[in-house]
C-alpha cells in the first residue's frame, strides 16, 4: 500500500466517497507496494477479518470496527507468499473472532481451509492462532491442531468468565460447563498450551461467581492468563447496568487470580524440564540468545533464555533442552 499517501487517500473518501480497494479486487485498487512489515523480520501478523457480531455487553469494538468482514482467501495467500519472500517464517493469525472467518463471504467458516492453503507455503514454519470464541471451537479444529505440523500447538481464547450468571450479563454464547468440556478436549492435542484473558469485578459479580474462576483456575490449569479489572466503557450496554463493583475489589479480585495462575504456570513450567522442543531465536543479549518455543506467542507469552556454545542468527530455529524455569520463562541449551 502507498502509505505516504494515506492523508490524500483519506481525504478523497471524505470529499466524494471513493473507496480502498484490496488487491483482490483489480478495479480501482490503491495497493501498489508489498506489505509493510513493522514486526521483526521472522515473523508477522497477518489479519484475516475486521470486526465483530458478537456484541458483549462490555465491549465497544462492534461499534467502532463494526460488523464482521472477512478477507478473500487468495488476498491472504498473496499477502503470506509476499511475507514469506520478505523472509518471514511465522504468521500469526489475528482477528477480533478468527473462528467465523469466511462466514460472511463464503457463507460457511473457512479458518481451517484457510491454514490448509497457508501451511502450503515452503518458507513458513510456524502459524499461531489468536482469539478464537470458545463456542466455535470444534473437533474439526482440535483435531487440525493435533496433525498439523506447521500449526503451533497454541490457541488464544478469550474466555472473559466461567459463572453463568456472568456469562449470560455478559452476552456471552457459551456457558460453564461447555467451557470446562471444550478445555478438556483440548488437551487431546499433545503440548497443546492455552491462553486465555478473563474480567474480574464485572457488575453483578458475587463472591461465589468469583469462587467459580477461582476453582476454574485450580482445575483446568490454564497455561496463559491475562487478569482485566472490568472498566466501564462508554456507549456500552455494561456501563449502564446495576451493581457496579468498587475499584478496590475488583483489585483485590485480580491479585487472587494472579497469586493462584501464578503457581498454576510454575507448575506447568516445571512439568517441561528435561523435554525438548523447536524453538526461534528473537534476540540475544551478552549472556543469553532470547528465544520462544512454538507455544509462546510474542509480546504476551514468557520466553527461554538459551545457552549455545555455537553462534545463533535472530529468526534461526533450532532444538532446545529445557533445564529451567522461572516462574513464566524457562531456561535451556541448544542440543
Same mark, same amino acid.
Given at each position: 500500500?502507498?502509505?505516504?499517501?494515506?492523508y490524500?487517500?483519506?481525504?478523497?473518501?471524505?470529499?466524494?466517497?471513493?473507496?480502498?480497494?484490496?488487491?483482490?479486487?483489480?478495479?480501482?485498487?490503491?495497493?501498489?507496494?508489498?506489505?509493510?512489515?513493522?514486526?521483526?523480520?521472522?515473523?508477522?501478523?497477518?489479519?484475516?477479518? @475486521?470486526?465483530?457480531?458478537? !456484541?458483549?455487553?462490555? *465491549?465497544?469494538?462492534?461499534? +467502532?470496527?463494526?460488523r #464482521? %468482514? $472477512?478477507?478473500?482467501?487468495?488476498?491472504?495467500?498473496?499477502?503470506?507468499?509476499?511475507?514469506?519472500?520478505?523472509?518471514?517464517?511465522?504468521?500469526i493469525?489475528?482477528?477480533q473472532?478468527?473462528t467465523?472467518?469466511?462466514?460472511?463471504?463464503?457463507?460457511?467458516?473457512?479458518?481451517?481451509?484457510?491454514?490448509?492453503?497457508?501451511?502450503?507455503?515452503?518458507n513458513?514454519?510456524?502459524?499461531?492462532?489468536?482469539?478464537?470464541?470458545?463456542?466455535?471451537?470444534?473437533?474439526?479444529?482440535? @483435531?487440525?491442531?493435533?496433525? !498439523?505440523?506447521?500449526l *503451533?500447538?497454541?490457541v488464544? +481464547?478469550?474466555?472473559? #468468565? %466461567? $459463572?453463568?450468571?456472568?456469562?449470560?450479563?455478559?452476552?456471552?454464547?457459551?456457558?460453564?460447563?461447555?467451557?470446562?468440556?471444550l478445555i478438556?478436549?483440548?488437551?487431546?492435542?499433545?503440548?497443546?498450551v492455552?491462553?486465555?484473558?478473563?474480567?474480574?469485578?464485572?457488575?453483578?459479580?458475587?463472591?461465589?461467581?468469583?469462587?467459580?474462576?477461582?476453582?476454574?483456575i485450580?482445575?483446568?490449569?490454564?497455561?496463559?492468563?491475562?487478569?482485566?479489572?472490568?472498566?466501564?466503557?462508554?456507549?456500552?450496554?455494561?456501563?449502564?447496568?446495576?451493581?457496579q463493583?468498587?475499584?478496590?475489589?475488583?483489585?483485590?479480585?485480580?491479585? $487472587?487470580?494472579?497469586?493462584?495462575?501464578q503457581?498454576?504456570?510454575k507448575?506447568?513450567?516445571?512439568?517441561?524440564?528435561?523435554?525438548?522442543?523447536?524453538?526461534?531465536?528473537?534476540?540475544?543479549?551478552?549472556?543469553?540468545?532470547?528465544?520462544?518455543?512454538?507455544?509462546?506467542?510474542?509480546?504476551?507469552?514468557?520466553?527461554?533464555?538459551?545457552?549455545?556454545?555455537?553462534?545463533?542468527?535472530?529468526?534461526?530455529?533450532?532444538?532446545?533442552?529445557?533445564?529451567?524455569?522461572?516462574?513464566?520463562?524457562?531456561?535451556?541449551?541448544?542440543?
Amino acid at each position: 500500500m502507498n502509505y505516504e499517501k494515506i492523508y490524500e487517500y483519506i481525504e478523497d473518501f471524505l470529499k466524494n466517497g471513493q473507496r480502498i480497494i484490496d488487491n483482490e479486487n483489480k478495479e480501482n485498487t490503491i495497493f501498489e507496494s508489498t506489505r509493510l512489515v513493522t514486526t521483526p523480520k521472522h515473523y508477522a501478523y497477518l489479519k484475516i477479518s @475486521e470486526g465483530c457480531n458478537n !456484541n458483549c455487553t462490555f *465491549c465497544i469494538i462492534p461499534k +467502532i470496527r463494526g460488523r #464482521h %468482514v $472477512s478477507r478473500s482467501m487468495e488476498s491472504l495467500i498473496n499477502e503470506a507468499k509476499s511475507l514469506a519472500d520478505q523472509g518471514i517464517k511465522e504468521l500469526i493469525l489475528i482477528a477480533q473472532d478468527i473462528t467465523k472467518y469466511g462466514l460472511d463471504i463464503y457463507g460457511e467458516k473457512r479458518l481451517i481451509p484457510l491454514i490448509g492453503e497457508l501451511s502450503k507455503i515452503e518458507n513458513i514454519k510456524w502459524i499461531r492462532l489468536h482469539y478464537a470464541y470458545p463456542e466455535d471451537i470444534d473437533e474439526n479444529l482440535t @483435531e487440525e491442531l493435533k496433525t !498439523n505440523p506447521k500449526l *503451533c500447538k497454541y490457541v488464544d +481464547i478469550p474466555l472473559q #468468565h %466461567v $459463572s453463568d450468571d456472568i456469562l449470560k450479563r455478559m452476552a456471552r454464547h457459551t456457558r460453564k460447563a461447555k467451557i470446562y468440556k471444550l478445555i478438556d478436549d483440548l488437551r487431546i492435542v499433545p503440548n497443546i498450551v492455552i491462553r486465555t484473558s478473563l474480567i474480574v469485578g464485572f457488575p453483578g459479580e458475587t463472591d461465589e461467581d468469583f469462587k467459580m474462576l477461582e476453582d476454574f483456575i485450580r482445575q483446568r490449569k490454564i497455561d496463559n492468563i491475562g487478569v482485566f479489572t472490568y472498566s466501564q466503557e462508554e456507549d456500552t450496554v455494561a456501563a449502564t447496568l446495576s451493581n457496579q463493583i468498587d475499584e478496590k475489589i475488583k483489585h483485590k479480585r485480580r491479585d $487472587s487470580i494472579m497469586t493462584i495462575q501464578q503457581k498454576v504456570s510454575k507448575s506447568l513450567l516445571e512439568n517441561k524440564i528435561g523435554q525438548t522442543f523447536e524453538a526461534v531465536i528473537d534476540s540475544k543479549t551478552k549472556d543469553y540468545y532470547i528465544g520462544r518455543l512454538n507455544f509462546q506467542s510474542p509480546g504476551i507469552d514468557g520466553i527461554i533464555y538459551i545457552k549455545s556454545s555455537h553462534n545463533l542468527n535472530i529468526g534461526e530455529f533450532v532444538n532446545v533442552k529445557i533445564t529451567s524455569c522461572l516462574d513464566y520463562d524457562f531456561i535451556g541449551e541448544v542440543i
